[in-house]
Structures are given as C-alpha cells and as structure tokens.
C-alpha cells in the first residue's frame, strides 16, 4: 500500500509495481514491449528528478515533450499525478494508485505507438511552445521574487 507522506507515495513507484503486473500478465508485457524495449520505468526515480527540478526553479519546471523526460511524464500524467490547469499543469496526489493503475498508464502509453514505431507523450499531454513555457516559467520565478505586502484595505 502506497504512503501518503509528502514525497512518499512517488518515491514507491519504483519498478516493482510495474513488474508486479507484468508477472500477473505475460500477455500484459507483450502489449507493452515497445515501452519497456530501451528500459524499465522506474517513476520513483523518476519523481525525485522531477522534484529536484522543482526545487531549483522556485515550483516549476519545463518538460520538453521531446526529451526522455516526457515519457515519465506521459505515464505518471495518465495515473494522476498531474493535473492539466489552465494550459499547464499541477501537481496532485492520485486518490487512487496500485500496480494495476501503473499497468493501465503504461498500456496507455504503449497505444500511442505509430506506423514507424514511435511513441508519442505528447499524445498523452497538453503541450504548449517551449519558448512559451519558458517564459511562463520566468514570470513565475518574478512573481516569487517580487516583494510582496498584503493588502490592509481601505478604512
């Protein structure tokens, strides 16, 4: 059972429960196999990077849907760990997750397979230009840095 502790429940999203489905379903791995061809999914890892990231830009960070990065991202979108808001999109915990949501997100991804055998994350996620979100990501950082006083009101 996953941990609800604040980084807890994505650091147990480890290989493990990607391989307890696949053991459960040969035919499962089969479907999937263009996914796991170059590695195995591991979105603990993947979820630490991602916080990392998080970290360095003051709460957000870019995924260019073209990098590796965007396949994680695809899947761990598609078990709920993101939410799209508003052209972006923002971080939730899933209500709920197991081996068999990791096996659906993982299917989901593998049915974006082409003609030419490529996958595509941006078949999973709403995109907007990089340059855009870069600049979207800047503001952000701005607002962050801006000195802030609470309005008192009028009296």
Wanted: glycine share 4%.
């Amino acid at each position: 059972m996953p941990s609800f502790t604040p980084n807890g429940l994505w650091l147990q999203l480890k290989p493990r429960a990607f391989g307890e489905k696949a053991q459960q379903d040969v035919n499962f791995l089969k479907r999937v196999e263009r996914v796991t061809v170059a590695y195995i999914p591991d979105f603990g890892l993947a979820a630490c990077l991602m916080i990392m990231r998080l970290n360095e830009y003051k709460t957000s960070l870019v995924i260019d849907l073209n990098s590796e990065d965007a396949e994680d991202f695809a899947m761990m979108t598609a078990m709920g760990f993101f939410r799209d808001f508003d052209c972006r999109y923002q971080m939730v915990v899933p209500c709920r997750l197991g081996p068999m949501h990791v096996g659906q997100a993982v299917l989901k991804y593998a049915k974006t397979e082409d003609k030419e055998f490529a996958l595509h994350p941006e078949y999973l996620a709403t995109a907007i230009p990089l340059a855009a979100a870069r600049t979207h990501q800047i503001r952000l950082r701005a607002l962050d840095d801006f000195p802030h006083t609470p309005h008192l009101g009028r009296t």
